[in-house]
């Protein structure tokens, strides 16, 4: 099978000039391109929303991120695509964009964008690379938009005439279609945007506040950035321990866990928002001078004790991660705390 370069090569000069305005759009954002396609697939193209393109969306004006344009709806006849993957992988290689910069952009997005900021460039492209006619393209998008509109009015599909959302969906369908904003679209895009972000949190098992949210609706790509230096491992958490002197197969078992939930325990001590190695350290000197002062016995209390000491021990002189900081600095900081304990 011929490769989509050397059918470029061979389609003419129309073709060549379609190919020329597409080159052109993505080699636009030069070495930012990654990132806008990284952050369009989740649902925002940044600041300004200057795209450029001959389109009705060039400017940016209504263009919608999770407008897809789904390979498996698409037909030319016989030439069915027979892998999306590779169908994208091939257009950056004929349009020269690196690898590296599609990796984080589905095929279905990526070409939803370039049928909105260049529609025409769009069915030239496609029919040329094809085979496909422009009435099986028309017909592509349309079922396309079809999709989106029916999930931004949550239907359950295509209204009829008569139906109480015909006038709504034939509204927003032919405002999409024309690059026009609506109330309802704008809010679609927020929602769903705010639901990407959401679900990125989740997934890295952090707890954002609204106001986090708002600001990483931004930039959705940088949320695993954002939450990184914020928030501890239990991975880090046994990591920590050990470092501090702590056996931590030894206290899980005694309590009955296993050193994963024993670490998940003991991040519930640990300041949210801050996952800095001192955060983490002021936080266990506090838990072992707590647990010292509040010993029933001689033996917790003794056993508790030599804990601490262990601890500040291996704060002061056994750290693999940097310079330990001055046992002055560190009694000053727990003396001001009022944590340091009194027997």
Request: glycine share 12%; charged share 25%; net charge negative.
């Amino acid at each position: 099978m011929a490769s989509l370069a050397d059918k470029a090569a061979a389609l003419g000069a129309t073709f060549s000039s379609a190919l020329g305005s597409v080159g052109y759009f993505f080699n636009s954002f030069g070495q930012d391109l990654g990132s806008f396609l990284g952050n369009f697939s989740l649902g925002t193209f940044g600041a300004g929303g200057q795209l450029g393109g001959s389109g009705p969306f060039g400017s940016g004006a209504g263009v919608n991120p999770f407008f897809q344009l789904n390979m498996r709806d698409f037909s030319a006849g016989k030439n069915v695509i027979p892998n999306a993957e590779d169908f994208k992988n091939e257009l950056g290689e004929t349009l020269d964009i690196a690898p590296e910069d599609l990796k984080d952009i589905s095929t279905e997005t990526l070409l939803g964008l370039l049928q909105q900021v260049l529609p025409e460039e769009f069915a030239t492209l496609m029919g040329g690379l094809t085979g496909a006619t422009e009435a099986d393209i028309q017909e592509w998008v349309h079922k396309s938009t079809e999709n989106l509109i029916v999930d931004m009015l949550g239907l359950d599909g295509v209204p009829t005439y008569g139906d109480p959302n015909f006038i709504d969906y034939v509204t927003e369908y032919y405002s999409f279609r024309n690059g026009t904003e609506t109330e309802r679209s704008v809010e679609y895009k927020d929602r769903r945007l705010t639901e990407t972000v959401e679900q990125a949190f989740k997934d890295l098992g952090y707890n954002p506040s609204p106001e986090e949210i708002d600001e990483l609706k931004k930039n959705p790509s940088g949320v695993a950035e954002y939450v990184d230096p914020r928030q501890v491992t239990n991975d880090e958490v046994i990591e920590r321990l050990e470092r501090l002197g702590v056996d931590v197969e030894g206290q899980a078992e005694a309590a009955g866990q296993t050193p994963e939930e024993y670490a998940e325990q003991i991040k519930q001590s640990i300041p949210p928002g801050d996952g800095s190695e001192a955060a983490f350290d002021d936080a266990m000197i506090m838990s072992l001078t707590s647990t010292a002062a509040g010993g029933t016995g001689s033996a917790s209390f003794k056993e508790a004790l030599s804990k601490m000491g262990t601890g500040v021990k291996n704060l002061l002189f056994g750290t693999n991660s940097g310079r330990p900081k001055p046992w002055l600095q560190i009694l000053k900081e727990q003396i001001e705390k009022k944590i340091f304990p009194y027997f």
